[in-house]
Every structure is written in structure tokens, then in C-alpha cells.
């Protein structure tokens, strides 16, 4: 465990362009989070929307340069809110999408449904009717009852364009709850199944077979586990479009060393040198490793309390970050206006459970009540999961650019709170 932190520790884990006002406030995009504090409350998840832009634009010219025919699918339900999908779709991305929920919004942010990729282990069929009738572009096949639907729901003169979703037998190093490519999964058909599934595919008189799709898990901070997703669906014969899923792991912590973009690019690529049709188009699909780094949120101390273990309450937790109860993710902190060093403690969040302790040591510089604390990588699958336990209200998302601040997702009221009670 980090015993202290330097400055430059920190900043290092903050979206690019963080820096320190001359009185030592952290500010992002040039917004002081003091500032950001007075206008917008606590808790407040902060975008970064230059370092985002950059990241997307980043993956884009990684794939490209080394596989000219790539696409980027952002992973929508990393972080689903309209504004982050219009900035995925202005940048070039394609979209991925699991479900209605995450259609209806994409179709909001503006995003072109030719470009979007249905996912999905479990979907009904109006979630199938959505995607026909809104149009989209790729719908990932996961099993037998998929093809069903589309058959009856498809009308007769369309011709939907599908992926068949392959487990690629590929037991990754990360939490067993976002390990999806092992045998044994619940997402896609083994190598069998999957030839079944495609030949039914190609003798549809509605459905036509684009290619082959596969995903082996989040968090993953090897490139040759990620890589291995390839020869898998290489296997399976040839086809226009090899979609290899997402999974590239961040930096959350001091200590974590990912493969860099480049180095992740070059795996992935190298293995479709060898393994694809040099003709075939490569999509990627990441969620975590394009938004997580560009975020913070943004908490007040409510209440320092010593004993044994001096626990640091704020007025957010499990509300907002689900990442630390689900699967043990590690994060740092520090307060906003004394970057780096200080004693371990205990951050802990204001939900009714043990369980609800954002970072269980982590240096902070004399925690006081009042006191801001930031704590950075949050820009993935934190939004997303956010929820009203214990009565919390859901919090807004704060974009920052080149000192200005613009409240994109706003906090829910005290009314949202009983606006479904009939
Ligand atoms: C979740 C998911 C992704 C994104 O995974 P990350 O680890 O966030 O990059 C990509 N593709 C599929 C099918 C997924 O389910």
C-alpha cells in the first residue's frame, strides 16, 4: 500500500492539463475546483472534455496508422449521458450499445444509428425492434434466441447486418465479474455454436453476417491477454469485420503500470497482421480506457473522526462509485488545496454499510471538516451505475474546457427522489 504521495504522484493520475493554482488548488481544464465546489455542489463528477477529445482522437490514429480499416466503438455503458456519446460521435467514434436505454440516448446525443453496435446476452424483443427501427448498423448476435427475433422481427426486403459474438476461451486476470471471455460465460457461443449460428446467419433471407465479434474483459493490464481475443475469431473463417472487443486496463493507482494506447495498438495489430484478411475491417471497443482517466469526483469532508482508524466521511460513497464495492477497485484521493503527502486514512462514504469505504488507506495532508477531496480515474462505469441508496440524490456531471465550466447531467432534486411513486 502507498505510504505517502508526491505532488507529481498525483497529478499524474488527474486528466492531462491539471495543474495547481498559485495557492495550490488542483484545477482541471482550467476550472479551479473550489470554484466548481461553489457552483455546482457536492459530490460533482468533473469531465476533462479536451484530455476525453484527446483520448478519442488518440485511439483513432493508434488503430488507424497501424490498420488503416478501424473503427473505435465507444462502450456506451462506461459512461451513458448524452453529452459524453456527442462528444464519441463528433470525435468519429462509432458507438456500442447494450440495450434500449442506451439506443434512446445515443439517438439523443446525435450519434448516426449506421454507426452504432448492439449488444446485449438478454435482449428482448423490443429492445430488437428498437435497433430495426431506428436503424443500427451492427446488432452483435449473442445466442440462437437472437436470430429467432430477428428473423420474425426484421421485414422482409431489409437486410440487418450481424456480428456473432464468440467466447473466446480466454480466462483473463481481472475480477471474475468482469471476465466474460472464459468457457463458462454467459455472453456469446463457443467455436461450435458460433459456426452453427453463422451458417443459420448467411442463410437468412433478412439477416446477412458481417463478421465475427468477441470481448474478453475489463481491467486487463496485459496486451498479450488481450490479444489473445484474436485468434479465436480468426478461427472461424473469413469474414468483413473481426470486432475485438475492449478491456484495456487504466492506471488507477500509483503503483499500476497498463500497456500504454500504443503499446495496446500494436499487439492488437500485430495479431491481425498475421491472423485476419488484410482486407477486413477491425473494430475495438473500449469503454474504461477512453473515459476513466479524464474524470474526477469531486466530495466534502462531512466529518473527521479519530480513533484506531481515523475515517474520513464525504458526502458521497456508493452512490456514486459502485467500482470500489463491486470489485474491489482501488483508488486514490487527495484533498483539493493540499496535494500529496499526508498520513493514511480511512475515506469512507455516507451510506449505511461497512462496505461503503471509497479507499481503505490513503495519504491525505490533515483532513478537516469542510475540506474538499478529489479522487481521479472515476470517468467509467461510476455515472453509469450511480443510484439512490439511502436517499441520495444522483449526482451531476461537470464538463471543464479551457476555464469554463458547463453543467452537462444535473444533480437530482429532492422531487426526483419521489417522482416514480404513484
Ligand atoms: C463492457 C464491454 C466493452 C468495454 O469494456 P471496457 O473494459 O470498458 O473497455 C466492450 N465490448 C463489450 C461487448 C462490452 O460488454
Given at each position: 500500500m502507498t505510504e505517502t504521495s508526491t505532488r507529481m504522484d498525483v497529478l499524474g493520475l488527474f486528466p492531462a492539463g491539471t495543474q495547481l493554482a498559485a495557492d495550490g488548488v488542483l484545477t482541471i481544464g482550467g476550472c479551479r475546483l473550489d470554484d466548481i465546489a461553489a457552483e455546482y455542489g457536492t459530490p460533482t463528477m468533473i469531465v476533462a472534455e479536451s484530455a476525453l477529445r484527446q483520448r478519442a482522437r488518440d485511439y483513432l490514429r493508434e488503430f488507424r496508422s497501424r490498420w488503416p480499416r478501424s473503427d473505435v466503438a465507444f462502450a456506451s455503458k462506461s459512461f451513458p449521458c448524452t453529452a459524453i456519446q456527442r462528444v464519441m460521435a463528433q470525435e468519429g467514434l462509432h458507438l456500442d450499445v447494450a440495450g434500449g436505454g442506451e439506443i434512446v440516448s445515443a439517438v439523443a446525443a446525435g450519434a448516426d444509428p449506421a454507426r452504432m453496435v448492439l449488444h446485449g446476452n438478454a435482449k428482448t424483443d423490443e429492445e430488437i425492434q428498437m435497433a430495426v427501427d431506428s436503424g443500427i448498423g451492427l446488432v452483435v448476435v449473442d445466442n440462437f434466441d437472437d436470430i429467432d427475433r430477428l428473423e420474425r422481427l426484421v421485414p422482409r426486403g431489409h437486410n440487418q447486418a450481424c456480428l456473432v459474438r464468440v467466447i473466446p476461451g480466454v480466462a483473463a486476470t481481472t475480477h471474475t465479474s468482469v471476465a466474460t471471455g472464459h468457457v463458462g460465460s454467459k455472453f456469446g457461443l463457443l467455436p461450435g455454436d458460433a459456426r452453427r449460428a453463422i451458417s443459420r446467419i448467411e442463410r437468412s433471407a433478412v439477416l446477412h453476417c458481417a463478421g465475427v465479434h468477441t470481448h474478453v474483459g475489463s481491467q486487463l493490464l496485459s496486451a498479450g491477454e488481450l490479444a489473445a481475443a484474436v485468434a479465436p475469431i480468426a478461427a472461424l473463417g473469413t469474414f468483413e469485420v473481426y470486432d475485438l472487443g475492449g478491456g484495456l486496463g487504466v492506471r488507477y493507482t500509483y503503483a499500476e503500470h497498463p500497456p500504454s494506447l500504443a503499446e495496446y495498438a500494436e499487439a492488437m495489430v500485430e495479431q491481425a497482421h498475421e491472423l485476419l484478411p488484410g482486407d477486413s475491417r477491425i473494430i475495438v471497443e473500449p469503454g474504461r480506457s477512453m473515459g476513466a482517466a479524464s474524470a474526477c469526483t469531486l466530495y466534502r469532508v462531512t466529518t473527521v473522526k479519530r480513533g484506531p482508524v481515523t475515517h474520513v466521511a464525504v458526502d458521497g460513497g456508493m452512490g456514486d462509485n459502485l467500482e470500489v464495492s463491486l470489485y474491489g477497485q482501488r483508488f486514490e484521493a487527495t484533498i483539493a488545496d493540499r496535494v500529496g503527502g499526508g498520513r493514511e486514512v480511512s475515506l469512507v462514504g455516507r451510506h449505511c454499510e461497512s462496505g461503503d469505504e471509497l479507499i481503505s488507506s490513503v495519504p491525505l495532508q490533515d483532513p478537516r471538516v469542510g475540506d474538499l477531496v478529489a479522487v481521479p480515474?472515476?470517468?467509467?462505469y461510476c455515472y453509469t451505475m450511480s443510484n439512490q441508496y439511502n436517499g441520495a440524490r444522483r449526482i451531476p456531471v461537470v464538463f471543464t474546457a479551457d476555464g469554463v465550466a458547463r453543467l452537462v447531467v444535473r444533480r437530482d432534486t429532492w422531487a426526483d427522489l419521489l417522482s416514480r411513486d404513484v
Open positions: 480515474v472515476t470517468g467509467a
